[in-house]
Nanobody, 115 residues
Framework: QVPLVESGGGLMQAGGSLRLSCSAS????????MGWYRQAPGKQREMVAT???????AYADSVQGRFAISRDNAKNTVTLQMNSLKPDDTAVYYC?????????WGQGTQVTVSS
């Protein structure tokens, strides 16, 4: 197991910003890519943003232009900057590390956006 520890969730008004951080216990370069997923009540877990070792990124359509994922390989951290938050962004956000044989997941951090 590779512990992934998320931090930075909380309560925010619509239009505000939050920054989530994910800290890994080993080099994140060991993984194919790192990502953030979220799961809202009654819904399936969905991809929010991913970042590859090359630095290439991918975003869900719903967050494109509002969220930004970044990585610090020296610190083994991945960050999700969330701007212009909407009530629909309310969910538990999970850090993900993907490799050839599967995935590691963090414990999740709650993000609640009030209208």
């Amino acid at each position: 197991q590779v512990p992934l520890v998320e931090s930075g969730g909380g309560l925010m008004q619509a239009g505000g910003s939050l920054r989530l951080s994910c800290s890994a216990s080993r080099s994140i370069l060991n993984f194919n890519y790192m990502g953030w997923y979220r799961q809202a009540p009654g819904k399936q877990r969905e991809m929010v943003a991913t970042i590859f070792n090359s630095g290439s990124t991918a975003y869900a359509d719903s967050v494109q232009g509002r969220f930004a994922i970044s990585r610090d390989n020296a610190k083994n951290t991945v960050t999700l900057q969330m701007n212009s938050l909407k009530p629909d962004d309310t969910a538990v956000y999970y850090c993900n590390a993907h490799f050839a044989l599967g995935d590691y997941w963090g414990q999740g951090t709650q993000v609640t956006v009030s209208s």
